[in-house]
């Protein structure tokens, strides 16, 4: 059985940095990619990054390019999120995604989801 656990929401200031976690468990993790997704209030999920099996490709949304930054650790089966610069239009929850590829990810596909950490910026 797949789990996906994120940690590390929470409220910070606008300017201020945060960083996400998510611990996978129940399949090979070297075997997949994964990423990170958000949903703000009224909106939609929306991408947010994805980094590849081998951690050696990573992807971003366009607005977020320069202030996130994702990456993984097949020692212990984590992937992070590190966010900083941080506005209130990142007010969001944050969902963990593993995948079969970047590509499925950045189309917004993913085989699980985590249950969501919320952030919180406030101005």
């Known amino acids: 059985q797949v789990q996906l656990v994120e940690s590390g929401g929470g409220l910070v200031q606008a300017g201020g940095s945060l960083r996400l976690s998510c611990t996978a468990s129940?399949?090979?993790?070297?075997?997949?990619?994964m990423g990170w997704f958000r949903q703000a209030p009224g909106k939609e999920r929306e991408f947010v990054a994805a980094?590849?099996?081998?951690?050696?490709?990573?992807y971003y949304a366009d607005s977020l390019k320069g202030r996130f930054t994702i990456s993984r650790d097949s020692a212990d089966n984590t992937m992070h999120l590190q966010m900083n610069s941080l506005k209130v239009e990142d007010t969001a929850v944050y969902y963990c995604?593993?995948?079969?590829?970047?590509?499925?990810?950045?189309?917004?596909?993913?085989?699980?989801w985590g249950q969501g950490t919320q952030v919180t910026v406030s101005s």
């Open positions: 995604a593993q995948g079969s590829t970047t590509a499925t990810l950045r189309n917004g596909w993913s085989d699980y």
């Open positions: 980094v590849s099996w081998s951690g050696g490709n990573t």
């Open positions: 129940g399949r090979t993790f070297t075997s997949y990619a």
